[in-house]
Structure formats: structure tokens, C-alpha cells
């Protein structure tokens, strides 16, 4: 009947600890469960394209941003907090890098430059 006891003691006191042992496995990263990395974009444009293929627009569908508006100047730049849009007389647009110091250095320069004065 000693064995008994024994072993019953034994187990009581076993049995928890393992247990123990598996929360703070789990708790601590014995069993980290794999999450997905993030993958580079590729270095090709087949993703653009697929986009652009899939993009519905019945009006003018803007290739920077792919958004569907009226007419070519009505497109967005891409990155507004730093880029500046330009609109031409002929109906275009270009987005630049907003110039340094002044408000409008970029147009301005645009400007200068297609007047043939820098």
C-alpha cells in the first residue's frame, strides 16, 4: 500500500509541473505559432498591369493612380503631401516634388522653364 502512496504523491506532483511547463512554453514562445512575412513587391510591372487590366473606368482612367476621372488634367498626383500638380494649357498635367521654401516653387519653375527662361 506504500507504493501506492508514493505513486499518487509522485503523479500529484508531476502532473501539475508539467503542465506548468507548457504554459510557459506556450506564454514564451516554445510554440510560436509562423506568421506570413510580408514579400517584396516584384521587380516587374505584371501587378501594375494587372491593376490597370482590372481597373472599370467608362471615362479617363489616370495611369499614375489609377483613378477613373473626366479628362486627363483632372487626375491626382499619386503622393499630394509632396508633389505639386501642374496643369498645362493643352489639357495635360504633371505631378512634381513640391519645390523648397516658397508655395508654388514648382509650378513657377515649370513655368520659367517652358518659356525657355532657365
Not at 499614375?64 to 488634367?73: D, G, I, K, M, R
Amino acid at each position: 500500500m506504500d507504493l501506492i502512496h508514493y505513486l499518487t504523491a509522485f503523479l500529484f506532483l508531476v502532473l501539475p509541473a508539467s503542465a506548468q511547463f507548457q504554459f510557459f512554453e506556450q506564454m514564451f514562445g516554445g510554440q510560436q505559432q509562423q506568421q506570413a512575412q510580408p514579400q517584396n513587391a516584384g521587380s516587374d510591372s505584371a501587378w501594375f498591369q494587372q491593376q490597370y487590366e482590372a481597373a472599370h473606368c467608362d471615362k479617363y482612367l489616370c495611369p499614375a493612380t489609377l483613378s477613373c476621372v473626366h479628362f486627363p488634367h483632372h487626375c491626382p498626383c499619386a503622393f499630394p503631401a509632396v508633389e505639386d500638380k501642374v496643369e498645362f494649357g493643352d489639357g495635360s498635367m504633371v505631378c512634381v516634388s513640391k519645390g523648397g521654401w516658397a508655395e508654388g516653387e514648382a509650378s513657377r519653375k515649370i513655368e520659367l522653364a517652358r518659356k525657355g527662361l532657365i
